[in-house]
Structure formats: structure tokens, C-alpha cells
């Protein structure tokens, strides 16, 4: 049950950065390198915090 979710889990995180690079794709004429810069950090700080939450979540240390 907790590979299950932790494979739901990431699916979604997959599913939103690919809906992420879509709009920003189709926004980046409005967008300048500076705030896709910002907007980078960002994701990548927040998938780097999910991963390692859920990790320890799902997948504790067994001693």
C-alpha cells in the first residue's frame, strides 16, 4: 500500500510540472528570464521538499 502511494505521488508531481512547462510554454513571450528563473527555483525547491517529506513518510528507517 505504501509503494502504491508513493507511485500515486509521483505521478502527480509528473503530471503537474508537465501541466507547468505547458503553461509556461505558452506564456513565455509574457514572462522574462528573470521570473522563469524564480519560477524554476521555486519548482524545484517544492519537488525536493515533497520528495523528501513523503520519503521519510512513507519510507522510515528500519532499525
Given at each position: 500500500m505504501?509503494?502504491?502511494?508513493?507511485?500515486?505521488l509521483a505521478v502527480m508531481i509528473l503530471a503537474s510540472l508537465l501541466l507547468l512547462v505547458v503553461s509556461v510554454a505558452f506564456g513565455a513571450a509574457s514572462l522574462g528570464p528573470g521570473s522563469l528563473t524564480a519560477?524554476?527555483?521555486?519548482?524545484?525547491?517544492a519537488a525536493i521538499a515533497g520528495i523528501a517529506f513523503s520519503w521519510k513518510r512513507y519510507f522510515p528507517r528500519r532499525p
Open positions: 505504501k509503494l502504491h502511494r508513493a507511485i500515486t519560477l524554476l527555483v521555486v519548482v524545484v525547491v
